[in-house]
C-alpha cells in the first residue's frame, strides 16, 4: 500500500490505520534489509538474556551480569551505552537496566517490572559501505524515520541514541593502515598520515601505532572511538597540550552527506565540510566512513605521578592544587599535559629530556617527597620515563578505568590561563575547584587544552580551546530505580556544582564532555564559528536527517528528543 493511501485510511479508520501501517513499515523495513545486504537486525536492551518472563531470547545471562560494568563489553553490544541512561527513556522510565551496585540482581527486571526499549533505535544496520548509508538516508527521509549514528556508544549527552529511530551502527568499520606519505586526495604536499575506518577505537589504534613505531594522538580511555564522535567534537588527550586537538591532526575525512553523496572533505576539496567535521561535532553533517588523522613521530615520554588515599581530605588536595596551578603557565610552556582529581596527579611530557623534566616538575616532585615524609596515607611518588606513548598508555589504562553501566549527569569547563596568572585568581581557581567537589566529589581535571599548539582557524572547535590549560569535568549519578525526580536532581546538582567554575570563566565547554542543559551551548562550544557552522549545516542537510541534541541547527522540538528530561 502507498503512503498516501496509508495516511487517508488513517483518517478514516484509525484503529485498522495502525494494523496497516505496521505492515506498511514491516514491507519497508524488509525492503531496507534487502537493500543493505541483509544487515539490518533488530535493537534489543543488553538485559534482555535475564528478563525471566522472556523465554524467547537467545544470549547469556550470566555474562551480561558479570561484564555489566565492562566497558569492551558494552561498546561490542550494539543495544549497549556506556552511560546508560541513554538506553532508557528518562521521560518516560521504560528501561531495561540492572542495579550497578549488584549486578547479580534481578529484580530491576522481574515483573512487575518490565524490560523496555526505552530510547534503544529499534533497528540497525550493521554499515559496510556508503551504499548502506545512502539507504538509510532515503527511507529516512521518505518514512520520517530519525536516524543515529552509533559508534561506541560512549556519548555523554544521548547522541548516539533515540526512540523509535534507526542506528546506523559503524562499529564494524575496522580497517587501519599507515602511509608515510599520504597525500589528501586533490592536494599536492603529503605528511604521514593514519587512515582509521570510522569503527576503530583508541586501544587497537596505539597498539596499531605502537607497531609502526608512530604517534598518534588520542584520548585517555581505551575505547572511546577514535575517527567518530571524539574527533569530530574536537578530541583531547594527554599529548594535546603540544601536539594539538585530534581535530589539529585530521588530514582528510570521508564522509557521505544526507543527499547521498560519498565526499572527500579535506583542505583541497569540500573545504567547508572539512572544517564542519573539524570540531563542528559528529551527528551533525554527515556520516563519515573513515577519517585520516597525521602521524607523528614515536616519542619518549617523562612522567611524573603523585598520589595518596584519601579522596576526602581537603587540606591536601588544596595543597595538591595550589601546587599544580601556581606552576601551570610554566608546566604548559615546558610541554606537561596530564590529569589529575582530588588526590591523583599524573604529567607526561614529550619534549623534554629527564633532567630537564625533573628540573621543571621539581615542585610537584617535593610535594610528593612532602606526603612521604609526612607519612600521608599511600602517598607514591613515581619519576620515570616510558619509551613511547604506547607503553605508557598501557601502564595508565590498567590502574585509570572509567566508570561503566552507570547512569551520570557530566558537566564540565574550560579554565583560561587568566585564572592562573596571579596568586589571587590562583586562590580563586582552587576555591572554585574545591567548592565543586563539595556536591559532586569525583572532579577530574585534564590537562588536556592545546594550549602550546597554535590553531590556524581552519577548525571550528571553540577558539577558547586554545587560551585554556584545564578542561574540567565532574559528575553526579544515580541508579536504576532513581525517580524522574532523582534524575532531574542530579543534572540540576552537577550543573549548579559547576556553577562554582562557570562564575569566574568565560562561556567556553567541550561538547563531548558538557552539561546535558549546558547555558548559552552554541558559544560555549563553538564561539565565533557557530554562525559559519549553522550555514553549511543549512546546506549539507536542509531536511535534518541528522539532528542532534544540542547539536548544531539542530530543532529542539522533534520526537526523537522526546525522551530527554
Ligand atoms: C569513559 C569515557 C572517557 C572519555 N575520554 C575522553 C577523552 O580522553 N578525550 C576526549 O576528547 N573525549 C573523551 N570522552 C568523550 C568522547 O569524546 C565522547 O563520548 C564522544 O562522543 C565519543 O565518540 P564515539 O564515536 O566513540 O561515541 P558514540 O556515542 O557512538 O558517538 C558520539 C557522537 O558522534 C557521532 N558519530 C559517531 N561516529 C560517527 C561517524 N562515523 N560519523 C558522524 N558522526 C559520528 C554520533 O552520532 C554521536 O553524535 C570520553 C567519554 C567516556 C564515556
Ligand atoms: C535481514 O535479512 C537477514 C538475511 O536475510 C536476516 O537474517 C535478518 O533477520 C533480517 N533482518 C530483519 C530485521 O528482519
Ligand atoms: C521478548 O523480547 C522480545 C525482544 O525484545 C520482544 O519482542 C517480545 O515481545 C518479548 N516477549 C515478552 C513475553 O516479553
Ligand atoms: C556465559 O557467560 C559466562 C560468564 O561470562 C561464561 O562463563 C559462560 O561460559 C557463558 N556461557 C555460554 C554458553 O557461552
Ligand atoms: C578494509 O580493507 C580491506 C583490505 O585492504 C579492503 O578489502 C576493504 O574494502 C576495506 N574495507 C573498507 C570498509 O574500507
Ligand atoms: C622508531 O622511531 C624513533 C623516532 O623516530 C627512531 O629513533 C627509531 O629508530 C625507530 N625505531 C625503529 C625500530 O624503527
Ligand atoms: C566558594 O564557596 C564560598 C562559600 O560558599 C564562596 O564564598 C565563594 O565565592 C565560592 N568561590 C567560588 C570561586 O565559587
Ligand atoms: C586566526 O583568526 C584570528 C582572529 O580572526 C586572527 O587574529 C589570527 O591571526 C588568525 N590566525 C591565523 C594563523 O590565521
Ligand atoms: C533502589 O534499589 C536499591 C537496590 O537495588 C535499594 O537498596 C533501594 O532501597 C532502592 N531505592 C528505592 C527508592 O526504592
Not at 138 to 159: A, E, M
Not at 229 to 246: A, E, F
Not at 408 to 426: C, D, M, Y
Amino acid at each position: 500500500m502507498s503512503r498516501q493511501r496509508t495516511l487517508l485510511l488513517c483518517f478514516l479508520a484509525p484503529f485498522t490505520c495502525a494494523f496497516t501501517q505496521a505492515l506498511f513499515l514491516a514491507s519497508e523495513y524488509s525492503a531496507l534489509n534487502s537493500s543493505v545486504g541483509g544487515r539490518l537486525f533488530r535493537g534489543t536492551p543488553l538485559v534482555l538474556p535475564c528478563v525471566p518472563s522472556n523465554v524467547t531470547h537467545a544470549g547469556n545471562c550470566s555474562q551480561v551480569q558479570t561484564e555489566y560494568l565492562d566497558e569492551g563489553f558494552r561498546t561490542n553490544t550494539p543495544g549497549a551505552y556506556v552511560v546508560p541512561q541513554w538506553e532508557t527513556c528518562q521521560a518516560t522510565g521504560a528501561q531495561c537496566l540492572l542495579d550497578y551496585t549488584n549486578t547479580l540482581d534481578l529484580t530491576p527486571v522481574t515483573p512487575p517490572r518490565e524490560c523496555l526499549l526505552g530510547s534503544i533505535p529499534p533497528y540497525f544496520i550493521d554499515v559496510q559501505s556508503e551504499d548502506d548509508v545512502r539507504a538509510a538516508f532515503y527511507f529516512s527521509k521518505r518514512l520520517q524515520v530519525p536516524l543515529v549514528i552509533k559508534n561506541t556508544g560512549h556519548d555523554y549527552k544521548g547522541r548516539s541514541s533515540a526512540p523509535h529511530s534507526l542506528a546506523l551502527w559503524t562499529h564494524n568499520l575496522k580497517n587501519i593502515s599507515y602511509e608515510p606519505d599520504f597525500v589528501p586526495e586533490g592536494c599536492s604536499t603529503p605528511s604521514a598520515g593514519v587512515t582509521l575506518g570510522a569503527g576503530v577505537q583508541w586501544q587497537d589504534a596505539y597498539d596499531f601505532a605502537e607497531s609502526q613505531n608512530i604517534t598518534l594522538v588520542g584520548g585517555s580511555d581505551k575505547t572511546v572511538g577514535a575517527a567518530g564522535g571524539w574527533l569530530q567534537g574536537g578530541g583531547h588527550g594527554m599529548l594535546s597540550n603540544t601536539m594539538g586537538l585530534g581535530v589539529d591532526r585530521a588530514l582528510q575525512f570521508k564522509v557521505v552527506t544526507p543527499d547521498g553523496q560519498y565526499r572527500v572533505a579535506n583542505a583541497c576539496q569540500n573545504q567547508d565540510l572539512f572544517f564542519a567535521l573539524r570540531g563542528g561535532g559528529g551527528g551533525t553533517f554527515g556520516v563519515v566512513l573513515e577519517s585520516t588523522v597525521l602521524a607523528s613521530p614515536r616519542v619518549t615520554l617523562q612522567v611524573v605521578v603523585v598520589t595518596f588515599d584519601s579522596t576526602t581530605d581537603t587540606t591536601i588536595t588544596r595543597e595538591l592544587w595550589n601546587t599544580m596551578t601556581a606552576n601551570a603557565l610554566q608546566w604548559a610552556e615546558d610541554g606537561w599535559g596530564g590529569i589529575a582529581t582530588t588526590n591523583v596527579a599524573i604529567y607526561i611530557n614529550p619534549i623534554l629530556g629527564p633532567a630537564e623534566a625533573a628540573k621543571s616538575m621539581n615542585p610537584l616532585i617535593e610535594f610528593g617527597q612532602k606526603l612521604q615524609s609526612d607519612q600521608v596515607e599511600g602517598a607514591q611518588l613515581i619519576s620515570t620515563s616510558f619509551e613511547s606513548w604506547g607503553t605508557f598508555f598501557n601502564w595508565f589504562a590498567a590502574e585509570n578505568v572509567a566508570i561503566t553501566g552507570v547512569s551520570l549527569a557530566l558537566v564540565s569547563r574550560l579554565i583560561p590561563k587568566a585564572n592562573f596568572a596571579t596568586a589571587e585568581s590562583q586562590t580563586e581557581l582552587v576555591e572554585g575547584l574545591l567548592n565543586t567537589t563539595v556536591i559532586t566529589p569525583r572532579i577530574i581535571i585534564l590537562v588536556t587544552a592545546p594550549s602550546s599548539y597554535p590553531g590556524d582557524n581552519t577548525t571550528s572547535v571553540t577558539e577558547a580551546w586554545r587560551s585554556s590549560l584545564y578542561h574540567v569535568t565532574a559528575v553526579s549519578s544515580w541508579n536504576w530505580n532513581a525517580t524522574k525526580e532523582d534524575k532531574k536532581t542530579a543534572y540540576t546538582q552537577a550543573s549548579a556544582s559547576i556553577d562554582n567554575l562557570r562564575r569566574i570563566t568565560p562561556d567556553a565547554a567541550y561538547q563531548n564532555e558538557a552539561d546535558v542543559y549546558e547555558p548559552n551551548h552554541e558559544i560555549s562550544f563553538w564561539g565565533s564559528n557557530y554562525q559559519q557552522l549553522l550555514e553549511i549545516k543549512n546546506k549539507y542537510d536542509p531536511y535534518h536527517l541528522l539532528d542532534c541534541w544540542n547539536c548544531v541547527g539542530w530543532k529542539p522540538s522533534a520526537p526523537q528528543f522526546s525522551c530527554y528530561l
